[in-house]
């Protein structure tokens, strides 16, 4: 069973940067396709990003597409996700989460593992 930690949110001002970070254990991260989602207050959880066990396999939500980028490293067991020209909208909650059946999805059912969230700010 794995164990997932998020890092890295905080508050910033439209169009900064930040990096996320989720440091992954108890597991064998290779195993894991990985993902974000990210939820606001009152919405649904929406999907962020996914990265395939390889790494080879990219997927993004179609609002951050273009200003986020996933990736990972397996020496590290790490996954991070850089955000730039951040958004107002893209204020939430933003989870890690990790999925052992082996595809890389868009959907948070197929995920099994989950962080505890960091909270990204970002202010008009």
């Known amino acids: 069973q794995v164990q997932l930690v998020e890092s890295g949110g905080g508050l910033v001002q439209t169009g900064d940067s930040l990096r996320l970070s989720c440091a992954a254990s108890g597991g064998a991260f290779s195993n894991y396709a990985m993902a974000w989602f990210r939820q606001a207050p009152g919405k649904e959880r929406e999907f962020v990003s996914a990265?395939?066990?390889?790494?080879?396999?990219?997927y993004y939500g179609d609002s951050v597409k273009g200003r986020l980028t996933i990736s990972r490293d397996t020496a590290k067991n790490t996954v991070a996700l850089q955000m730039n020209s951040l958004k107002p909208e893209d204020t939430a909650v933003y989870y890690c989460?990790?999925?052992?059946?082996?595809?890389?999805?868009?959907?948070?059912?197929?995920?099994?593992?989950w962080g505890q969230g960091t909270q990204v700010t970002v202010s008009s």
């Open positions: 990265i395939s066990r390889g790494g080879a396999i990219k």
């Open positions: 989460a990790a999925s052992s059946y082996g595809g890389t999805s868009r959907e948070a059912s197929l995920y099994n593992y």
